[in-house]
């Protein structure tokens, strides 16, 4: 009798507890969800989803229109890239996106008048309202994102994304058209059997480096498939939305390539 009293007891007990959990999870509940949809998830929202997220860009006022852009950020003063974009043969309007160690007088440093430039401050891109400021740490390229919106809201068609130190050899910029024939592109890259990746710069005379990026378990695959995987380009019809150039002595190889402290001259 006694074991059974204890037994009940216990059990007794376990429901007591119970019961206060449950109490306890309807109170939380009960003040909880009016917080979080009437209190709390409304200004995380709004961070996070604002329900006009283009604000700030409808709000900005062009003071260039162009449908051609070139995008850099720098921490420089002018370089000779910078003076070429502005000199180009056909007008292209060019965006500078400055950061925190720009020089505060990068503008007087510039020595001819351009109006095809529009050069954003470190300050002034913190008062365009712009909610992608949120996500851009300074000292970054990613702080080219802001240029790209800008160059859109200014009526680009065309952005040309580049560096103040890459120095184009010519007096324009050459472009394909976005719907390019045969005729324009007599050879396409293809992938081979042993592995899904190419490395282009085989096809421009340097089989030996591989690019930024390019899978280093890979580097095996594609050797053995053979680094120079180009074929006629049979197709009518071939988009080409995103056009990359090359840079000759300095290109964007793998860390391990860039150690070796070569210079490359592509074909």
Request: hydrophobic share 40%.
């Amino acid at each position: 009798m006694t074991i059974i009293n204890q037994t009940q007891n216990h059990y007794l007990k376990l429901w007591k507890i119970r019961l206060c959990y449950c109490l306890l999870y309807a109170v939380l509940l009960f003040v909880m969800i009016p917080l979080f949809f009437f209190g709390i998830k409304r200004p995380i929202i709004k961070g996070l989803f604002d329900p006009n997220p283009t604000s700030g860009l409808n709000n900005y006022i062009c003071p260039l229109q162009g449908d051609k852009w070139i995008v850099v950020t720098t921490i420089f003063y002018p370089t000779s890239a910078i003076y070429k974009f502005l000199t180009l043969t056909t007008h292209w309007n060019l965006i500078v996106i400055g950061d925190k160690k720009t020089p505060k007088d990068w503008l007087q440093h510039l020595t001819i008048n351009s109006s095809r430039l529009l050069f954003v401050s470190f300050e002034q891109q913190n008062n365009l309202g712009f909610r992608i400021l949120h996500y851009l740490p300074h000292g970054s390229y990613a702080r080219k994102n802001l240029g790209y919106l800008i160059a859109i809201k200014c009526g680009a068609q065309i952005i040309f994304e580049s560096d103040d130190d890459n120095l184009i050899e010519t007096n324009d910029i050459y472009l394909l058209p976005k719907v390019v024939q045969p005729k324009h592109v007599p050879w396409i890259t293809f992938h081979r059997q042993r592995s899904p990746f190419i490395n282009i710069y085989g096809s421009f005379g340097y089989p030996h480096i591989w690019p930024r990026g390019f899978p280093i378990d890979e580097l095996r695959n594609v050797t053995e498939d053979g680094w120079h995987s180009v074929r006629q380009n049979l197709h009518n019809h071939t988009y080409a939305y995103i056009q990359q150039y090359l840079a000759d002595l300095d290109p964007d190889v793998d860390a391990i390539v860039s150690s070796l402290s070569l210079s490359f001259h592509f074909i």
